[in-house]
């Protein structure tokens, strides 16, 4: 009985953990699709988990937070967006830099807003509220994120739009010759990516965790992009991906809270686990995964 | 004649423009939240250049630096985006502190306490390169991966192995032996540094006098062309991560036997933190040469020793070196920056003639 509690316990925080991960999947795969990787999910998660727990608290409401943390990602996939697209930039060096620029931004902000280096508490007027089980609260966000899986899986495989995006990652040529603006497609699917994410990182200071760290994202973004090696860019593979790792991740928020596993398995070699199942996970799945094959490339027009 | 010249410093131009906008941005976003930018950037380069103290212990800070820049520069010449440097570094530290269990004499204590941080670099790169030969695996992936796992190892490692049986808070210090001398009294500064420079232009020779560097290099630019010249992509995968690994583990032995006071790890790993990621930035400013990284490396170094002082003088948090950092890899991103500002400047002048104008 009481493993079966801990269980559900684990299972509850595994549906917050799965929130992040798999938010900022699904959006990169819509931006992979169109063509643009985006390695910079860090540090958008970082900074709109900054503003947005800015924001709410500025505000009084969870929800201009959530909103804000939206923005947020709609910025900097905007500004990734144009380097990638428009100046046919190197997207992988400007991913790097949103990752170093929101790493120094969280650290500063927190000073800067709060007087602290380390550790802010979201007052509780700030933060969203929980639908409450016995084992935990699960988060509205949680349900949403199911939704926008669905909603992207729809958009990719069944729209017309979803077409144009995957076209322009595949064969950029051909949807230019088709009549498609690929330069628009491209920066459409690279923002509204950005803006998931954001979502993701507002969720985290907002909802999950309730408070603020300079490393708060700890390597989630790239988990997500592992995600996305994971899911073969198939969101609802994604989803499956997110919760396996949110259920490693979680298993050591809950360890750290229980002090009988502790003195077998060093806290460590618990922390470890979420990045070797990730590193395990995506040697063990690649073999059969196809990327769009202009992907990375900025479309040169002849 | 003067557009071969211009061909050729565009690449410093354009590091140099970076600078200026990253510079630019910090200075907005201070404003933002009202610091006053120009003070700090005054407290920021006094610092650096203001005393010989400052210098030294720039040019102390750059020591690790120049080798990280060197493992992602290797990196990109031989076609990898290699991010794994971080825990590459924290892997050859371990290895440093290690040996200098040994008793050994002076001159050797030392050579062996550096080889063994390259190597324990170099086999922590060893899982990325295997896993995109053998199953496709992206480095950036695979590398950030391996980091985090290498910090939680470390974290164990220094507490439960290499504790200092006195301050639990910190690991053994490097046996006397092991250490080397230090270049000015009262700084962190160490013949460490020649250690460094010596790897760089090593580096340099092999990638560009060397059969191994040059087909190295035309993986790196163009694996079909390497393919149908007869060159094995998969060793010089190998080759690139290795060497990026022996540049990284030098960085941590050298973080260990050349950095005093203490010439040790403390259990949050704080003195080999972010010299991995560092490294990347500083690898983009230096266009990924050996040479440029030197220079590149010692900008980075400044702005790091400088952001203490900046922070205790015009109250600046230190962080903020961290976006400015961040702005110039932003920047450098988009390749035609000068091209950009070419283009926009005569812009931005007919508009100041127009607005006259009317």
Redesign the interface.
């Known amino acids: 009985m009481e493993f079966f509690t801990s269980f559900l316990r684990i299972l509850v925080i595994s549906l917050n953990a799965m929130v992040p991960i798999t938010l900022a999947a699904v959006g990169e795969i819509i931006g992979e699709r169109s063509g643009v990787i985006d ?1 910079g999910l860090e ?1 958008i998660l970082l900074i709109s988990a900054f503003t947005g727990a800015v924001s709410a608290q500025a505000t009084g409401s969870p929800y201009v937070g959530l909103l804000a943390g939206i923005v947020t990602g709609f910025a900097i996939g905007a ?1 990734h967006g144009f ?1 990638s697209v428009y ?8 991913g ?10 969280i ?2 902000g927190l ?3 709060w007087q602290t280096p380390g550790h802010h508490i979201v007052p509780a007027s700030a933060r969203m509220p929980k639908i409450d089980t016995p084992f935990g609260g699960i988060s509205y966000i949680t349900i949403l994120t199911l939704v926008i899986v669905f909603l992207v899986y729809y958009l990719v495989s069944n729209t017309k739009l979803g077409l144009k995006i995957n076209i322009c990652g595949e064969h950029p040529r051909a949807a230019d010759v088709a009549g498609i603006n690929v330069e628009r497609i491209r920066f459409f699917a690279t923002v509204s990516g950005a803006m998931l994410a954001g979502l993701g990182g507002a969720f985290m200071s907002l909802d999950w965790f309730g408070v603020l760290t300079k490393e708060l994202a ?2 989630r973004g ?2 997500a ?2 995600t996305v ?1 994971f899911s073969k860019l198939n969101p609802l593979l994604a989803l499956l991906g997110g919760f396996i790792f949110g259920f490693f991740d979680s298993l050591g928020v809950w360890v750290s809270s229980a002090a009988g596993v502790k003195k077998y398995i ?1 806290w ?2 618990i ?2 686990t979420p ?2 199942v ?2 395990l996970a ?2 063990g799945a ?2 059969r ?1 196809r990327f769009p094959d202009k992907l990375g490339e900025p479309y040169q027009r002849e | 004649m003067l557009t071969r010249i211009y061909e050729q410093v565009k690449p410093i131009l354009n590091s140099f423009l970076a600078g200026l906008i990253g510079l630019a941005v910090g200075a907005i ?1 201070m404003a933002i ?1 009202g ?1 006053a930018p120009f003070g700090a950037y005054d407290a920021l380069f006094t610092a650096i250049f203001g005393s010989f103290y400052g210098f030294s212990s720039t040019l102390a800070r750059a020591t690790p630096l120049i080798l990280t820049g060197l493992t992602f520069a290797i990196g990109v010449r031989g076609g990898i ?1 290699n ?1 794994g440097a971080e825990g590459q570094v924290f892997m050859g530290a371990l290895a440093a502190i290690s040996v200098s269990l040994l008793s050994l004499p002076s001159g050797i204590h030392v050579l062996v306490a550096i080889i063994a941080g390259a190597m324990a670099g170099a086999i922590w790169s060893l ?1 990325p390169s295997f ?1 995109k030969i053998t ?4 480095e ?3 590398t ?3 980091n ?2 290498a910090l ?2 470390g ?2 490692a220094v507490v ?1 192995w290499l504790g200092d049986p006195q301050r639990a808070e910190k690991s053994i210090s490097a046996a006397t032996t092991s250490r080397l001398p230090i270049m000015v009294s009262g700084t962190s500064l160490t013949y460490a540094l020649f250690v460094s420079l010596a790897f760089s232009l090593l580096i340099f020779f092999l990638l560009w006098r060397t059969t191994l560097g040059f087909e190295l290099r035309v993986v790196g630019q163009n694996p079909a062309a390497a393919n149908y010249a007869g060159i094995k992509e998969n060793y010089s995968i190998n080759s690139t991560f290795i060497l990026g690994g022996l540049a990284a583990g030098v960085a941590g032995a050298l973080q260990i036997i050349g950095h005093p006071p203490t010439y040790a790890l403390y259990s949050d790993l704080s003195t080999v933190r972010n010299l991995g ?1 560092d490294g ?2 500083v690898a ?1 400013i230096g266009r990924n040469h050996p040479i440029g990284v030197i220079f590149a490396a010692v900008f980075f170094a400044g702005l790091n020793v400088g952001a203490r002082t900046m922070q205790i003088t015009a109250g600046v ?1 230190l ?18 920056l000068i091209e ?1 500002s070419n283009q926009l400047l005569p812009a931005v002048r007919n508009w100041i003639n127009e607005v006259k104008a009317s």
């Open positions: 390695i540090g500004l380097i100046l046919k930039g190197d997207q992988v060096i400007s790097v830099g949103i990752n170093l620029f929101g790493g120094g931004l650290a500063f000073i800067a807003v700890a390597g790239f988990i992009l592992a090696v060093p460590q070699f922390l470890m990045y070797i990730t590193l995506v040697a690649i073999g995964a | 976003i939240w610091y985006f991010i899982p896993l199953r496709g695996v992206h950036v992936i695979s950030i991966m391996l985090w796992v939680y190892f974290m164990y439960e990621f990347i930035g983009l948090p962080e903020m070196v961290r976006i400015i950092q961040g702005v110039i890899i932003i920047a450098l991103a988009a390749p035609e950009l």
